[in-house]
């Protein structure tokens, strides 16, 4: 118990251990003597009061008070804590206060029992043997106290009296408790004297043995041997030995009741010493275990069964007498732990406690703990036994408890071990090649990688030679071999490995001469594990013995390679980011970063001069909306391999975006320039004779010669010279490439051409016609040969399908007009008529296509052309229609004047074909 008490000098409040419930009653006997001693007090030193006060929860009790006429207090009186008085601060200090006179004291002056006119005190604790406080000792006067030093040591000599009262007092309790728990004990309680006479006996005791008083047993002076049949003598007088020498001892014995029946019991004796050690007499304690006995009769039958069935087994088994200790074993445990049982015995817990791995025992301990305690229905635990040889062997302990004593407690347990080192050895193996995972993470080239994988397969694989092959140009290259092999170059289809790789399948020969998958092999090479790395390459393990290996190594060898190859997977995604962080992806020449990283690396005196060449593509948009992106792409790789194969491995060429390329040349001069220049040009004309397409490349370049000059001028110069190549070469490449188009839209259909140039000779005739002036009829012969130039863009398929196109291919065929119109807008010399293209196919009535133009919003000679273009397309076979009279074309122009064409150029153009013909 707890209670607070104030301190009057540090004003502060502190928590002390006050008497609790369980401390005994004060004895009539012991308040006679205290209240002497506090009336004896009183007198001799002279004052008013001498008090005993015990603390209570929240208050002080007068418990005893000296029986002098002056004293203001009563026996019983209580006042609360918490208001400093004197005892609280006793009590919190646990040491002696004394105040000559509280009202010549500015901390007492106020003090609570200055009411009852007490100015002076001098006051002792008294505590508990366990420390805890019973109150104070304590005197008061109503006048200031003069103590002397015997006075002092008065009032401390009784407090020593009352405290040794305090521990007689716990003893005695301590006594009574044990005395009740002998006399109610189930256990049968005896005491004997030295000589082994029995002088004490419980009535338990009495019960078991058969007698009806204690006196049966003290008068005849029976002793424990009296106790037993003489077939347990030898036992018993060891038993006694022990307790005197050791102080306790444990076991089990037969013994003999009154009437002479025989019973089993459970004895545990121990000697009792007074308190300056000296050898009073020995105490046991006897428990009837026949019904417990019997039981395990009936269990060995039934163990001796198990056994039986577990000798076919390779679990070692044990029985354990929770009680006394002792195991027994089979002899399996002879193979498991390489000792001789014989040699062992008596096998003891001890014994197992030695041979077990200190680091398990804890574990042990805890599990034991708890299933004893019913909280886990059995023990199961791995746990590490010392072998003779002195390695550890890992075993899988389970047990559990067979029987209980008749209290309750635990008494038999039966449980297996079973040698799981093997397990736990691939366990490790398991960890190992995880944590090699982990290391292989921090390893950058594909060697160490390899040579990571050999070391520690050399380590989990019991193998003579071993290699790592890893495909390169269609053939096995060793990337490591281990000492004693020889590194060849294989071709992918030889021997195991090749099959491996080609099925990407583990193989486990076991004898290369009687196995297909291992042909052909070196005679010496009798058994192999082949484990492919994908499409990476294959890990070899080859042993010089037949079964050299077997399918646990072949799964382990999988784990580790799948880690290689993760491995590998890793380096090579890296280097081929980081070969994308430089590269053009589509050329595979570097890119304008890393042109621009090399520009400064390079510009420094050593490499003067330098040279730089600036490439562009001339017309790529006009190709692009032509022919197709993919069109475009295809003649920048070429571009690209026509620089690249130019230049020296020194120089650096990169695609700087678009049609844009730069080649820096170090250590290049005017002439040396001017050479790989001529190389470039020589390439593209000898392509350009091939080509469908023709390539034209605008070139510039500049050399830094001054190590004074700003390389970037340079590349600006060399820059602005290809510009005005640039400028001077797009209008004939565009032309050759608009040309080459209308080569290519004639190639699709020779009708096309013949379509063109019929129109072409209409279309000048309607112009004279209309008078339009020498400009004009140019442009509307121009639109006459280009009008159709969009349908290069379609396939020959749609443009030659004899049947009616479907709703998609009709969609496609209508684009035509809108790809002209780009293809024209990319040329000067064909953007003057791109209008036209783009709108040769609207209507009068503005219900034709792309735009929905209609009347005088479609552009003048658009609507000449249409009207050529209907006309020669009635006149003449398509693949999809025959051809009809010239009357009838014209008739047909005529009903469709003022909906598809333009009624006044429709009547012109009828009385034109009238005149005409």
């Known amino acids: 118990m707890k209670t607070k008490v104030f301190l009057k000098e540090e004003q502060e409040f502190k928590e002390v251990m006050i008497t609790d419930p369980a401390k005994p009653e004060i004895k009539d006997e012991f308040l006679s003597k205290w209240q002497n001693l506090i009336n004896i007090a009183a007198n001799i030193i002279g004052v008013s009061a001498a008090l005993i006060m015990k603390i209570n929860q929240g208050s002080m009790e007068v418990f005893l008070n000296s029986q002098n006429k002056d004293t203001p207090y009563k026996a019983g009186g209580s006042y609360s804590l918490g208001h400093g008085l004197y005892c609280e601060t006793v009590i919190a200090k646990n040491k002696e206060l004394y105040i000559k006179n509280a009202l010549e004291d500015e901390t007492w002056k106020d003090n609570p029992d200055i009411n009852l006119n007490m100015i002076s005190y001098y006051g002792l604790p008294l505590n508990w043997p366990d420390g805890k406080s019973f109150g104070t000792i304590c005197i008061l006067d109503d006048k200031s106290m003069d103590l002397n030093q015997d006075n002092r040591q008065l009032l401390k000599e009784f407090r020593s009296v009352i405290e040794a009262d305090f521990s007689l007092l716990i003893k005695q309790q301590e006594l009574k408790i044990k005395n009740k728990a002998i006399e109610n004990s189930l256990a049968g309680i005896a005491f004997s004297n030295m000589q082994g006479e029995i002088f004490y006996v419980n009535d338990s005791f009495l019960k078991l043995f058969g007698h009806k008083t204690p006196e049966e047993i003290y008068d005849a002076k029976i002793t424990p041997l009296d106790l037993i049949p003489e077939t347990e003598f030898d036992k018993i007088k060891k038993a006694i030995e022990i307790t005197i020498e050791k102080g306790k001892w444990k076991g089990e014995s037969k013994a003999l009741k009154k009437s002479g029946e025989q019973i089993h019991i459970q004895i545990s004796a121990s000697l009792v010493k007074d308190d300056n050690g000296h050898e009073i007499c020995m105490m046991a304690s006897f428990e009837d275990i026949t019904e417990r006995k019997e039981q395990e009769i009936n269990l060995k039958k039934q163990k001796d069964k198990l056994n039986f069935i577990i000798k076919g087994t390779d679990a070692g088994t044990w029985e354990w007498n929770v009680q006394t200790g002792e195991i027994i074993c089979n002899e399996k445990y002879e193979e498991i732990l390489g000792y001789e049982l014989e040699k062992l015995k008596p096998i003891t817990i001890e014994t197992w406690i030695e041979l077990t791995h ?345 050399i830094k010669e001054d190590s004074a000059e700003d390389i970037n001028e340079i590349l600006k110069k060399a820059d602005d010279n290809m510009y005005q190549n640039k400028l001077s070469e797009s209008r004939s490449t565009k032309s050759r490439i608009v040309q080459g188009l209308l080569n290519s839209l004639n190639a699709k259909s020779n009708e096309t051409k013949e379509h063109a140039l019929r129109m072409r000779d209409l279309a000048v005739k309607f112009g004279n016609k209309l008078k339009l002036t020498y400009s004009e009829i140019n442009r509307l012969s121009l639109l006459a040969t280009m009008h159709d130039i969009g349908k290069t863009t379609i396939s020959e398929e749609i443009l030659t399908k004899a049947a009616k196109l479907d709703e998609k291919e009709w969609m496609i065929m209508k684009k035509h007009s809108e790809q002209g119109y780009k293809i024209a807008s990319a040329s000067e010399e064909f953007i003057l008529v791109a209008e036209d293209i783009l709108a040769h196919h609207e209507h009068w009535d503005g219900s034709g296509y792309p735009r929905g133009l209609s009347g005088e919003e479609i552009p003048y000679l658009a609507r000449i052309i249409s009207i050529v273009d209907a006309y020669d397309v009635m006149t003449n076979d398509r693949p999809y229609s025959k051809a009809i009279s010239m009357e009838e074309a014209l008739k047909e122009i005529k009903s469709c004047a003022g909906s598809q064409f333009d009624p006044e150029l429709a009547d012109k153009f009828i009385e034109m074909m009238n005149n005409e013909f």
């Open 358 to 702: 200190p680091e398990d025992l804890k574990k042990v301990e805890q599990l034991l703990k708890d299933h004893f305690k019913g909280e886990i229905t059995q023990y199961d635990l791995d746990i590490r036994m010392k072998h003779k040889k002195g390695h550890w062997v890992w075993l899988n302990a389970r047990g559990r408890l067979i029987s209980l004593t008749d209290t309750g407690e635990p008494y038999k347990m039966f449980g297996v071990h079973i040698d799981i080192s093997k397990q736990k050895k691939h366990e490790q193996i398991i960890k190992e090649l995880h944590k090699v995972a982990i290391e292989f993470q921090n390893l950058d080239n594909e060697k160490e990688i390899c040579q990571k994988t050999i070391e520690t397969a050399r380590d989990i694989l019991d193998f003579d030679l071993s290699h790592i092959s890893l495909v390169k140009d269609q053939k096995f290259i060793p990337a490591v071999v281990t000492e004693g092999m020889k590194p060849e170059i294989l071709s992918l289809d030889y021997g195991v490995i090749g099959k491996a790789f080609k099925n990407n399948k583990s193989y486990l020969v076991l004898d290369a001469e009687e196995n297909p998958d291992a042909k052909p092999t070196d005679k010496t090479y009798r058994s192999a594990i082949a484990v492919p790395i994908k499409d990476i390459g294959v890990f070899l393990a080859i042993s010089t013995n037949k079964n050299g290996f077997n399918q646990k190594d072949l799964e382990l060898a999988e784990i580790l390679i799948s880690n290689t190859k993760a491995a590998l997977d890793k380096l090579y995604y890296q280097k081929e980011l980081e070969y994308k962080s430089f590269h053009d992806s589509l050329t595979n020449l570097y890119n304008r970063r890393f042109f621009e990283e090399e520009i400064k690396r390079l510009d420094t005196k050593r490499q003067l001069p330098i040279s730089i060449i600036m490439a562009d593509l001339n017309g790529l948009k006009l190709i692009n909306d032509s022919y197709g992106h993919d069109v475009g792409d295809e003649l920048l790789k070429k571009i690209a391999k026509i620089l690249e194969s130019s230049i020296r491995k020194e120089d650096i060429a990169a695609r700087q975006g678009g049609d844009e390329f730069a080649i820096l040349l170090p250590k290049t001069n005017r002439e040396q320039l001017s050479k790989i220049i001529k190389r470039i040009k020589d390439k593209v004309e000898r392509i350009n004779h091939q080509a469908d397409i023709p390539i034209s490349i605008a070139l510039g370049s500049a």
